[in-house]
């Protein structure tokens, strides 16, 4: 019985790690097509999004046959229900990487994209995401810790950018669409940070028993 268990926690883990290397593969490629002007990638952001709520499907359903079928006990129901809440942080992920995506399909080829500090916050946020679930996978809480530290750095870069886009309308009303929907592109990038700071600590809770509300 516990080789079976076993064998499916395992299972979990992969399933866990594939989702997250899709909603890192959703923001790079969201950001990419932005940054290099390509819209021809876009449609990759909308097809990773779907592939993600087909793998929250999946892992809810291995989920529930590891609660209903093994009855874990204390240490693995922790990983089982910090799963749970992972993949609905993971879900929204790939939900507002579509957001941008849509949002930059009428942003187009503007040179005041490099005037703000969007890059920077997109690299930052990408990072964020990609240790949250590197923590999972390892084990690792050291590296959890520092994921919610570093929610910090995301926050700052997102006033930092409001800022910029503020100077930018100042200085040239024409400007103001492409800057709303910077604007609102960096907050869907803030979300994105806070997510990966709430798969951060339900990996805090999955090692720990502890979860500590940021």
Request: hydrophobic share 40%.
């Amino acid at each position: 019985m516990r080789n079976k268990f076993d064998e499916q926690l395992e299972e979990l883990n992969t399933q866990l790690i594939q989702m997250g290397q899709l909603c890192e593969k959703a923001i790079f490629t969201a950001m990419k097509a932005m940054f290099d002007n390509d819209s021809t990638l876009l449609p990759d952001v909308f097809e990773y999004d779907g592939q993600i709520d087909i793998k929250e499907r999946d892992i809810e359903s291995l989920c529930m046959k590891l609660l209903l079928q093994q009855q874990p006990v204390a240490t693995d129901l922790r990983v089982v229900s910090s799963a749970l809440k992972m993949i609905s942080d993971m879900e929204r992920i790939g939900d507002q990487a579509s957001d941008i995506a849509e949002l930059i399909s009428y942003i187009g080829d503007n040179e005041s994209t490099s005037k703000v500090h969007i890059r920077d916050m997109a690299f930052s946020t990408i990072k964020m995401v990609t240790d949250s679930v590197q923590s999972f996978v390892k084990k690792d809480l050291s590296l959890a810790k520092r994921v919610i530290q570093y929610d910090d750095t995301v926050d700052a870069l997102f006033a930092e950018v409001k800022n910029e886009l503020i100077a930018l309308v100042s200085s040239d009303s024409s400007n103001g669409e492409f800057c709303l929907d910077l604007l609102m592109i960096a907050k869907y990038l803030e979300r994105i940070g806070d997510h990966a700071v709430n798969i951060a600590q339900w990996v805090e809770y999955s090692i720990t028993g502890t979860y500590e509300e940021g």
